[in-house]
């Protein structure tokens, strides 16, 4: 596990970061016209202590594909009990507002970015999803930090592997299930503090 000292971690230009690592429809026979979310996990990290402080996580009905497929249940761990009458993305992308407002993220006087691995959480499974049903999709969704670039410019070198590989260099325990959302934001997040715990100081690498 990385180092609970905080001294090396410099000052950041961000007060907040959200880890964020979506789950979705997916099937290994049959190519789906459009992917829908099915796990909308966000983690509260401090900028300052790089510890959690506030959790959002929501499962999600799809409306194109209602009934999850066995690959995706074997791949992500979510069954259909778990999806099944739970709220629909628009209703969730609602609640998740009502919920960065009671943590005060949507101050003037708060910055927070996005931290997600690989930009296609952001870049394409959000936006599509949100076109597609013809939902507005918030501007602060437009902005985050892709941890890929932030650990390659950090250990020079760039993570193929993924999540795995990364955590594997940095010599930290993977917690949990692969392709669970939330036990997935749960390791970015400390690849996230082991990266500041080196001295890096965060900034927005990708944008919508």
């Given at each position: ?9 410099q000052p950041q230009d961000y007060d907040y970061f959200l880890v964020l690592d979506f789950e ?114 918030a501007e602060y969704f437009n902005r985050w930090i892709n941890i890929k670039k932030s650990f ?57």
């Amino acid at each position: 596990m990385a180092s609970s000292s905080t001294n090396s971690i410099q000052p950041q230009d961000y007060d907040y970061f959200l880890v964020l690592d979506f789950e979705a429809t997916c099937d290994d026979k049959t190519k789906l016209n459009q992917h829908e979310i099915i796990e909308f996990p966000v983690l509260k990290i401090n900028g300052r202590t790089f510890e959690c402080e506030s959790t959002f996580h929501a499962y999600v009905t799809p409306t194109l594909n209602p009934q999850l497929t066995e690959f995706c249940t074997k791949l992500t761990g979510i069954t259909q009990d778990m999806v099944s009458n739970q709220p629909n993305l628009a209703a969730v992308l609602e609640d998740f507002d009502i919920w960065l407002r009671k943590e005060d993220l949507l101050k003037k006087t708060v910055r927070f970015i996005f931290v997600t691995c690989g930009d296609w959480d952001l870049y394409t499974m959000l936006p599509g999803q949100c076109d597609y049903f013809h939902l507005p999709r918030a501007e602060y969704f437009n902005r985050w930090i892709n941890i890929k670039k932030s650990f390659n410019k950090v250990i020079r070198k760039y993570p193929r592997s993924g999540m795995v590989g990364m955590l594997g260099d940095l010599n930290i325990q993977h917690q949990g299930r692969h392709h669970s959302g939330i036990d997935d934001c749960r390791n970015i997040a400390e690849i996230l503090k082991a990266l500041a715990l080196r001295g890096h100081v965060f900034e927005e690498n990708r944008k919508k």
